[in-house]
Every structure is written in structure tokens, then in C-alpha cells.
């Protein structure tokens, strides 16, 4: 295999859509899931109301990359070979005394196997690897805080509410129904929480399709759901730009389940055909679906009896572990932790947020002039939007984290340091960087790691980028360079 890959290489090149193609203001976005999930536990399920209570401090504990022991209440952080690095209970942090008490001197977590080999999930454990269900992972430490408060045991049964808070705001008819409190706030004021895909990536979408590749959008949003956000960041014209468009995916079913038990469907008017295809015989917009379906149209579409793919996405769980497992597709991950160890953003991206802020602020302008004309008759309005703006000022102003920023308390998404069992009895405080398991995955199972799409968008489409090797430094796949806690030593993969 060559050390180096290129788009101009692929016959097709697909997307996912959330978090990679359109990128989330991630401060806003993780406030209303929180409340979201939060605000559903208090009034559905009777949880203790200080859960709607937050400061810009606690969400440091939101972090991308842990996995919640739903027997214990444990969140543990791990190395690529299963080891516990750092732990909590809860939201409070585990000494290393604790952590050797509970994991043993090998510090390793029982279930690692398992997550290791398959990515799914279980009714033992909950890994948190996107930024949709991440805001969960602070409400599931403080649940457990509160239980901890009341002298309540600490079991599995919890997770129970977590799920029902989760569907009650992202099931397929919640779009349409206006039920719970994620999708009715995106709704009424988009622009708050998506970002506008740059006029650089727009034009680079284009310019590929005519350099007679295959695109592919497929996700596992809703059609409804994915339409506004395309409208939204790619402008109305997006179904111009794909040659085929996959909704309601259910990834990673869609890439590891066989075509009867996940078919593709038709749409009419967001709404799937009760009657699955037997195959795909044309482009066009599908919804649920399959790999080997989507394969044999890949084939006919480009003329060659084993199409090459590409495809982008931020999850590992739903994108680069089955999408290479099974499909045996290149694959580029979208890390924005990059951007949150050290590496800067795009040109592109800095522009198009500048122009997004002013625009935000002459829209802030003309509401504020509104409101001033129709005092009286919107006054109970006026005072909810102030209230509104107070709190994020507050937020903002004390230095909430940016979810994909490095934390205090769990330190690295990429790295940390470790004390071995060897050293620890010797007495030695000498320590080794170790890569994280969500690090060494990204090396394993991704052909190249990006922090955005507008980082690739400018360049020619034969450029040269260096991909990861089992035979290269665990830097060699980032572009446009590593992040600094991978530069700052040489870190240990012992998996």
C-alpha cells in the first residue's frame, strides 16, 4: 500500500453530514442537548430539578472519548490496550489508589474486549464518541452524583431514563411533531447552531462532481432534519451537488447488516414507502439502506467492477469502523479536537465565521429595533430573549470549554501520561505518554484524520495527502499537521 492517498484516485467519494460536512457551534448545540436530555428527566421522570443548574466550569467534564460502566457508575478514559488512564465515579475523580482498587494493578477495564472488537453497544456500558449524544456524558455523571447524594444504589436501571431522554428528542418523529426541546430550537433559529459551509467548500464540491466523481451524502438523520440543515449551510440548491442521498441511515447497521433486514426505501414527503427495494437501479434520495445494495449501483454508476470510495465522517462507532470494516472504503476522520490542541483553523473557516457574526450581530440589531417599536405588545417575548442572551453572555463571558477543547480533568483526547505497574512498585514517579484508545482507532481504522473539511477544500484534487501506517509514526495521517499533544514526545501504542 502506498504511504500517501489521494482523492483523484477514488471513483466515489460520500460524506456524512452532521459534524462533517456541516459543522454545529459546539457551545450552543451541547447547552440545548443538555437541557434537552436534562429538562426531560425532571419533567418526565421526576429527577431533581438542580440538574437544569449548570456553570461554565462544569463542562469541562464534557469530553468526547469516554465510556460510561453502567454497573458501577464509573466514566473511565482508556489507552489502546484497555488500560484505565483516568477515571470518575460520577463527576468525582477516582485517585490512583481508587483506580488500582477497583481496576486491579493492570488497571484494565473488563469490558475493553468487547468495545474493542465490535464498537457496539451494550447493556454493561455506553461509549460516548459524538458530539450529539456527548452533553449525556455530564448529565450521566451528575445522575449518578445525585444518586450518590440520596444514598441511592448505583445500577443500570438509571440508564433506563438516559435512553428514554435520547429518544424522547431525536426519534424520527420529532422533526415533524415539535416534541422535546432539541428540534424545535434548531427550527425556530437555525443559524444559532449550524455553521454555513464556506463558499470554498461549496465551490470544491462542485468541482469534484465535475471532475466526474460519484457523491454520496449519507446519514443518519431524518430527511426532514437533513433537509434543513442543507438548506441551511449549503444553500437550496444541495441536492444538485450529490449524485445520491442516503437518510435515516441507522449506521453502522447500513454497513454491517445484509439487505433484507435493512432494505433501502423511497420518500414521499418525508415519509419512508412501507415496502423495501430489492436493489437500486438509479440515483437519487433514498432512506434506511444497506452496503451491498449501494455497492452494486457504485458499480453500475462508475463502469468498474470495484468502485473506490471514500468516505468522511466524524464518528468511529458510525462511520470509520464499519465504513473500512465493511464497505473496505478509505476513510477520512473529522476530529475537531485537532482544533483544540493546537492546530489552527482553516482561512476559510475563519472568514466564513467572521462574515457569520456580523451578520449575526446586524440580526441581533434589527430584532433589538423591533422590539423597541413593539414593546408593549412583545414584551413577555423581549424578556425571554433577554434572558436568553444574558445567559449566554454569562457562559461565554466566564469561559465555558468548547467541547473539542483538551480538559483539565480528563486531560488529552489524544494522549496521556501513565505510570506503569512496574514503576509505581519500584516507587518511581517516571511516566510515558500512552496513546488514547479513541487515538490509536483513529490511526487503525482511518486513512487520514482532518479537523474540517475546509481544511482540504482548496487543494487540488490529486494532492498527495500522507495516510496512517501500522509502519509510520502515529502522527504520519494528520493534515494539516498533527495536534501538539502528539508532537510534544514520542508516545507509547502498546496494543
Given at each position: 500500500m502506498?504511504?500517501y492517498?489521494?482523492?483523484?484516485?477514488?471513483?466515489?467519494?460520500g460524506?456524512?453530514?452532521?459534524?462533517?460536512?456541516?459543522?454545529?457551534?459546539?457551545?450552543?448545540?451541547?447547552?440545548?442537548?443538555?437541557?434537552?436530555?436534562?429538562?426531560?428527566?425532571?419533567?418526565?421522570?421526576?429527577?431533581?430539578?438542580?440538574?437544569?443548574?449548570?456553570?461554565?466550569?462544569?463542562?469541562d467534564?464534557?469530553?468526547?472519548?469516554?465510556?460510561?460502566?453502567?454497573?458501577?457508575?464509573?466514566?473511565?478514559?482508556?489507552?489502546?490496550?484497555?488500560?484505565?488512564?483516568r477515571?470518575?465515579?460520577?463527576?468525582r475523580?477516582?485517585?490512583?489508589?481508587?483506580?488500582l482498587q477497583?481496576?486491579?494493578?493492570?488497571?484494565?477495564?473488563?469490558?475493553?474486549?468487547?468495545?474493542?472488537?465490535?464498537?457496539?453497544?451494550?447493556?454493561?456500558?455506553y461509549?460516548?464518541?459524538?458530539y450529539?449524544?456527548?452533553?449525556?456524558?455530564l448529565?450521566c455523571?451528575?445522575?449518578?452524583?445525585?444518586?450518590?447524594?440520596?444514598?441511592?444504589?448505583?445500577?443500570?436501571?438509571?440508564?433506563?431514563?438516559?435512553?428514554?431522554?435520547?429518544?424522547?428528542?431525536?426519534?424520527?418523529?420529532a422533526?415533524?411533531?415539535?416534541?422535546?426541546t432539541?428540534?424545535?430550537?434548531?427550527k425556530?433559529?437555525?443559524?444559532?447552531?449550524?455553521?454555513?459551509?464556506s463558499?470554498?467548500?461549496?465551490?470544491?464540491?462542485?468541482s469534484?462532481?465535475?471532475a466526474?466523481?460519484?457523491?454520496?451524502?449519507?446519514?443518519?438523520?431524518?430527511?426532514?432534519?437533513?433537509?434543513?440543515?442543507?438548506?441551511?449551510v449549503?444553500g437550496?440548491?444541495?441536492?444538485?451537488?450529490?449524485?445520491?442521498?442516503?437518510?435515516n441511515?441507522?449506521?453502522?447497521?447500513?454497513?454491517?447488516?445484509?439487505?433484507h433486514?435493512?432494505?433501502?426505501?423511497?420518500?414521499?414527503?418525508?415519509?419512508?414507502?412501507?415496502?423495501?427495494?430489492?436493489?437500486?437501479?438509479?440515483?437519487?434520495w433514498?432512506?434506511?439502506?444497506?452496503?451491498?445494495?449501494l455497492?452494486?449501483?457504485?458499480k453500475?454508476?462508475?463502469?468498474?467492477?470495484?468502485?473506490?470510495?471514500?468516505?468522511?465522517?466524524?464518528?468511529?462507532?458510525s462511520?470509520?469502523?464499519?465504513a473500512?470494516?465493511?464497505?473496505?472504503?478509505?476513510?477520512?476522520?473529522?476530529v475537531?479536537?485537532m482544533?483544540?490542541?493546537?492546530?489552527?483553523?482553516?482561512?476559510?473557516?475563519?472568514?466564513?465565521?467572521?462574515?457569520?457574526?456580523?451578520?449575526?450581530?446586524?440580526?441581533?440589531?434589527?430584532?433589538?429595533?423591533?422590539q423597541?417599536?413593539?414593546?408593549?405588545?412583545?414584551?413577555?417575548?423581549?424578556?425571554?430573549?433577554?434572558?436568553?442572551?444574558?445567559?449566554?453572555?454569562?457562559?461565554?463571558d466566564?469561559?465555558?470549554?468548547?467541547?473539542?477543547?483538551?480538559?483539565?480533568?480528563?486531560g488529552?483526547y489524544?494522549?496521556?501520561?501513565h505510570?506503569?505497574?512496574?514503576?509505581?512498585?519500584?516507587?518511581k514517579?517516571?511516566?510515558?505518554?500512552?496513546?488514547?484508545?479513541c487515538?490509536?482507532?483513529i490511526?487503525?481504522?482511518?486513512?487520514?484524520?482532518?479537523?474540517?473539511?475546509?481544511?482540504?477544500?482548496?487543494?487540488?484534487?490529486?494532492?498527495?495527502?500522507?495516510?496512517?501506517?501500522p509502519?509510520?509514526?502515529?502522527?504520519?495521517?494528520?493534515?494539516?499537521?498533527p495536534?501538539?499533544s502528539?508532537?510534544?514526545?514520542?508516545?507509547?501504542?502498546?496494543?
Amino acid at each position: 500500500m502506498s504511504d500517501y492517498f489521494s482523492l483523484s484516485d477514488c471513483d466515489v467519494i460520500g460524506f456524512d453530514l452532521d459534524h462533517t460536512l456541516c459543522r454545529y457551534h459546539l457551545k450552543e448545540t451541547s447547552r440545548l442537548i443538555y437541557e434537552s436530555f436534562a429538562r426531560y428527566l425532571v419533567d418526565h421522570k421526576g429527577y431533581d430539578p438542580d440538574l437544569l443548574l449548570l456553570t461554565p466550569a462544569t463542562w469541562d467534564f464534557c469530553f468526547k472519548g469516554l465510556v460510561v460502566d453502567l454497573e458501577d457508575g464509573n466514566l473511565v478514559k482508556l489507552a489502546a490496550d484497555g488500560t484505565v488512564l483516568r477515571a470518575t465515579h460520577g463527576t468525582r475523580g477516582l485517585t490512583e489508589a481508587e483506580i488500582l482498587q477497583h481496576y486491579g494493578p493492570q488497571r484494565q477495564w473488563k469490558h475493553f474486549h468487547s468495545l474493542n472488537t465490535s464498537f457496539t453497544r451494550s447493556a454493561h456500558y455506553y461509549f460516548y464518541d459524538n458530539y450529539f449524544d456527548l452533553p449525556g456524558a455530564l448529565l450521566c455523571g451528575r445522575v449518578v452524583d445525585m444518586l450518590n447524594k440520596r444514598g441511592e444504589e448505583v445500577n443500570a436501571e438509571f440508564w433506563k431514563d438516559m435512553v428514554a431522554a435520547i429518544d424522547h428528542n431525536y426519534n424520527t418523529s420529532a422533526f415533524k411533531e415539535d416534541s422535546g426541546t432539541y428540534f424545535p430550537s434548531v427550527k425556530r433559529d437555525p443559524g444559532r447552531y449550524l455553521q454555513r459551509c464556506s463558499a470554498e467548500v461549496k465551490a470544491w464540491l462542485r468541482s469534484v462532481k465535475e471532475a466526474g466523481k460519484v457523491l454520496l451524502l449519507i446519514t443518519s438523520s431524518h430527511s426532514d432534519y437533513c433537509r434543513l440543515i442543507c438548506e441551511h449551510v449549503l444553500g437550496k440548491d444541495y441536492e444538485d451537488l450529490f449524485d445520491i442521498i442516503i437518510t435515516n441511515a441507522l449506521k453502522p447497521g447500513f454497513f454491517s447488516l445484509v439487505p433484507h433486514q435493512r432494505p433501502f426505501r423511497t420518500l414521499v414527503d418525508d415519509v419512508e414507502e412501507s415496502e423495501g427495494l430489492q436493489a437500486l437501479d438509479k440515483p437519487g434520495w433514498y432512506s434506511q439502506g444497506n452496503w451491498p445494495h449501494l455497492h452494486q449501483l457504485l458499480k453500475t454508476m462508475t463502469g468498474k467492477p470495484e468502485p473506490k470510495v471514500v468516505y468522511f465522517g466524524d464518528s468511529m462507532r458510525s462511520d470509520m469502523f464499519p465504513a473500512s470494516s465493511f464497505g473496505r472504503w478509505e476513510t477520512v476522520m473529522v476530529v475537531e479536537e485537532m482544533e483544540g490542541e493546537g492546530v489552527p483553523t482553516s482561512a476559510a473557516a475563519r472568514a466564513n465565521q467572521a462574515q457569520a457574526q456580523a451578520q449575526t450581530q446586524t440580526q441581533d440589531q434589527d430584532q433589538a429595533q423591533d422590539q423597541d417599536q413593539d414593546q408593549d405588545q412583545d414584551q413577555a417575548q423581549a424578556q425571554t430573549q433577554d434572558k436568553d442572551q444574558e445567559t449566554k453572555a454569562k457562559f461565554e463571558d466566564q469561559g465555558m470549554k468548547a467541547p473539542s477543547d483538551s480538559s483539565r480533568q480528563w486531560g488529552s483526547y489524544f494522549v496521556d501520561a501513565h505510570k506503569s505497574a512496574g514503576e509505581a512498585g519500584e516507587g518511581k514517579e517516571e511516566q510515558e505518554q500512552r496513546l488514547t484508545w479513541c487515538c490509536h482507532s483513529i490511526h487503525k481504522y482511518s486513512t487520514m484524520a482532518i479537523p474540517s473539511v475546509e481544511h482540504i477544500a482548496g487543494l487540488p484534487l490529486d494532492y498527495k495527502f500522507p495516510r496512517f501506517s501500522p509502519d509510520r509514526p502515529p502522527t504520519s495521517g494528520y493534515y494539516p499537521r498533527p495536534p501538539d499533544s502528539l508532537q510534544g514526545g514520542r508516545s507509547q501504542d502498546t496494543s
